[in-house]
T-cell receptor, first 110, second 109 residues
Framework: KAGVTQTPRYLIKTRGQQVTLSCSPISGHRSVSWYQQTPGQGLQFLFEYFSETQRNKGNFPGRFSGRQFSNSRSEMNVSTLELGDSALYLC?????????FGEGSRLTVL | SQQGEEDPQALSIQEGENATMNCSYKTSINNLQWYRQNSGRGLVHLILIRSNEREKHSGRLRVTLDTSKKSSSLLITASRAADTASYFCGGGSNYKLTFGKGTLLTVNP
C-alpha cells in the first residue's frame, strides 16, 4: 500500500508570495491533517479534514487555509508568505485516529 | 501550549543499552501516540496507546500510560545505531494531536 505522498518536497518562495502544498493520503483513509514543524515551535496542528469538511482547526492566522477533495486528496495554501512561515509542513492521513505521516514539504521563505 | 512534553530533551547511549523517554501531557486524551523522526524527514508511527490501556508492546518497544499522572514512557530495549532519531509523543482526541518538542536519541555504535 502506498504511503502518504506530499508534493513538492522542497520549495523556495519570497515574502508576500503564496504557496500551495499537496497531499495524497493512504488509500481508504478519509481523514487528512496538516502540521507545521519549526525548530522553535515544534510540531503544531494546522487543520484536519474529513470527507471534504474541516473538522478541527489549530491556532493559525487566516493566511493558512486548506481543502479536501472528494478523492480525499488535500491541499493547503499559505498566502502573503512571511519569513516565519519557513518550516516543514507535514501531512498525515488516518483511518481511525492513528496518524500516518508523509515526508513533508520543506518551505523556505526568503 | 505543549500537550506532550518529552523528557529528556537529549539522550546518548551505547548500542545494546535500553533507552527510556518520558512524556507528560496537560489535558485529557483519547489516546497517546509515539513517533520517530529521522533528521528532517516525516514522522514514523511507532505505537498508539489508548486512554484505557496501561501498557503496550511492539517488538523492542514498550509504552506505558499513567492517566492519573498524565504521563507516558517509551522504552526501547537493546538499542541499535539505527534507532538514532528524534522521538515525539502526541496526545489528543478526534484526530488532532498536540506534540512535544521531542527527545533526540543518539545510539553510539
Amino acid at each position: 500500500k502506498a504511503g502518504v505522498t506530499q508534493t513538492p518536497r522542497y520549495l523556495i518562495k519570497t515574502r508576500g508570495q503564496q504557496v500551495t502544498l499537496s497531499c495524497s493520503p493512504i488509500s481508504g483513509h478519509r481523514s487528512v491533517s496538516w502540521y507545521q514543524q519549526t525548530p522553535g515551535q515544534g510540531l503544531q496542528f494546522l487543520f484536519e479534514y474529513f470527507s471534504e469538511t474541516q473538522r478541527n482547526k489549530g491556532n493559525f492566522p487566516g493566511r493558512f487555509s486548506g481543502r479536501q477533495f472528494s478523492n480525499s486528496r488535500s491541499e493547503m495554501n499559505v498566502s502573503t508568505l512571511e519569513l516565519g512561515d519557513s518550516a516543514l509542513y507535514l501531512c498525515a492521513s488516518s483511518p481511525d485516529g492513528e496518524l500516518f505521516f508523509g515526508e513533508g514539504s520543506r518551505l523556505t521563505v526568503l | 501550549s505543549q500537550q506532550g512534553e518529552e523528557d529528556p530533551q537529549a539522550l546518548s547511549i551505547q548500542e545494546g543499552e535500553n533507552a527510556t523517554m518520558n512524556c507528560s501531557y496537560k489535558t485529557s486524551i483519547n489516546n497517546l501516540q509515539w513517533y520517530r523522526q529521522n533528521s528532517g524527514r516525516g514522522l514514523v508511527h511507532l505505537i498508539l496507546i489508548r486512554s484505557n490501556e496501561r501498557e503496550k508492546h511492539s517488538g523492542r518497544l514498550r509504552v506505558t500510560l499513567d492517566t492519573s499522572k498524565k504521563s507516558s514512557s517509551l522504552l526501547i530495549t537493546a538499542s541499535r545505531a539505527a534507532d538514532t532519531a528524534s522521538y515525539f509523543c502526541g496526545g489528543g482526541s478526534n484526530y488532532k494531536l498536540t506534540f512535544g518538542k521531542g527527545t533526540l536519541l543518539t545510539v553510539n555504535p
